[in-house]
């Protein structure tokens, strides 16, 4: 009984693999490969019927989920005689199947304008009852680098350290940056130390040597750019020079400002000083020549007028009084009432009828004593 049961098992178990092996992968390519977004990609999936599977062809390729806990999507199907290549809506239009009748053992799909996100594990399934036969693929889309930024971030100064950056804002890692000098020697300075995965060199000490043009490429597995940056180490500022010249521009300032000051003030005292003078009333000034001539033409005015209001009766009076008569010089005039002359002795005495024929006309002048007062 026992021995009839393992018969039975053997024969079962011969049948499922001669089943199982009527549909074969033909395959042989590899299951990994790695593009650049925006290049195209052909997923490989041949495969062989055998005179057992009878049953309807299906085709069917699918993403695989990352997580265990997420569904797979599908993304394109063959089924019936019949191809859906609009299957999954983020690759609509993108995904087609790589012949026009895949019944025929190519069941490769072409995926154009690839995206980083449709990097992930396909999977190909075949299915021609009784036989079901699938691979997978691993596919990697990359991003290229974009084109890099070269800069210096330090002071190029002669004795000090010049740190070169290049960075780049796209591209899938790992980047790697490479410099390289393009100008004189061609090498990079004795002291430069660089880090490729972070795109710097570091010329520690910096020389006039150091001086030329660089550039720096940035590259991953699908793609490089590069930038250029010229670098020009100048010897270092005079410190002390520049301070002294400093101080000695605000000293000059000072005393410019200083002048102006003192220019305003003495100029605003001399015009209060010259305003007091001319309001001061001095004392000690003698009077004008003019005076003289305005006293004398008075006197002189007065007399004629006297002479002209004279009669016979006070002619006499008159002529006794002759310091009324004679007109001061200038001379007279200055000197003290002390040194004034004596009036002469006599005066001359005039007629009546002299006074007539001269026209004066007899009018009646009130007496006055010896201090001038009148009587």
């Not at 003192?262 to 000690?284: L, Q, V």
């Not at 005039?333 to 007629?351: G, I, N, T």
Request: with cysteine; hydrophobic share 35%.
């Amino acid at each position: 009984m026992e021995l009839s049961t393992r018969r039975l098992s053997l024969v079962l178990l011969s049948l499922f693999a001669g089943l199982a092996s009527g549909l074969e992968i033909t395959s042989t390519g590899p299951t990994s490969i790695e593009k650049a977004s925006g290049q195209s990609v052909k997923l490989d999936c041949q495969f062989a019927l055998a005179r057992e599977d009878t049953g309807p062809l299906d085709i069917e390729w699918s993403l695989l989920a990352s997580d265990n806990q997420k569904e797979d999507k599908v993304v394109i199907l063959y089924s019936g005689d019949r191809a859906y290549e609009d299957y999954y809506a983020p690759m609509k239009g993108r995904v087609h199947f790589n012949s026009a009748d895949p019944k025929n053992g190519d069941g490769s799909i072409n995926l154009t304008g690839l995206k980083s996100s449709d990097s992930g594990t396909y999977q190909c399934k075949v299915k021609k009852a009784p036989g079901i036969r699938g691979r997978k693929m691993l596919l990697i889309v990359m991003v290229r680098p974009s084109r890099p930024r070269c800069y210096t971030d330090t002071a190029t100064e002669e004795g000090k350290d010049v740190v070169l950056r290049c960075t780049t804002n796209e591209g899938t890692k790992p980047i790697k940056y490479d410099w390289e000098k393009t100008s004189g020697t061609k090498l990079l300075p004795a002291s430069a130390v660089t880090d490729p995965l972070a795109g710097t060199v570091n010329v520690r000490n910096a020389s006039a040597s150091a001086s030329g043009t660089y550039r720096c490429v940035a590259s991953n597995r699908v793609g490089a750019e590069e930038c250029t940056l010229y670098v020009n180490v100048t010897p270092p500022p005079n410190t002390a020079g520049i301070i002294a010249g400093s101080i000695i521009a605000v000293l000059l300032i000072l005393i410019l400002i200083a002048i102006i000051l003192f220019c305003c003030c003495r100029a605003r005292h001399r015009k209060k000083y010259e305003k007091e003078i001319c309001n001061e009333i001095r004392e000690d000034v003698p009077p004008p020549k003019s005076r003289v001539s305005t006293a004398r033409s008075f006197t002189v005015g007065s007399q004629r007028s006297s002479l002209g209001s004279m009669s016979p009766s006070n002619l006499h009076e008159y002529a006794l009084k002759p310091q009324y008569d004679k007109i001061p010089s200038s001379e007279e005039y200055e000197r003290p009432p002390s040194h004034v002359p004596l009036p002469p002795p006599s005066a001359v005495k005039m007629a009546g009828p002299n006074l007539n024929r001269m026209g004066a006309i007899p009018v009646m002048i009130p007496a006055q004593s010896k201090d001038g007062s009148i009587v």
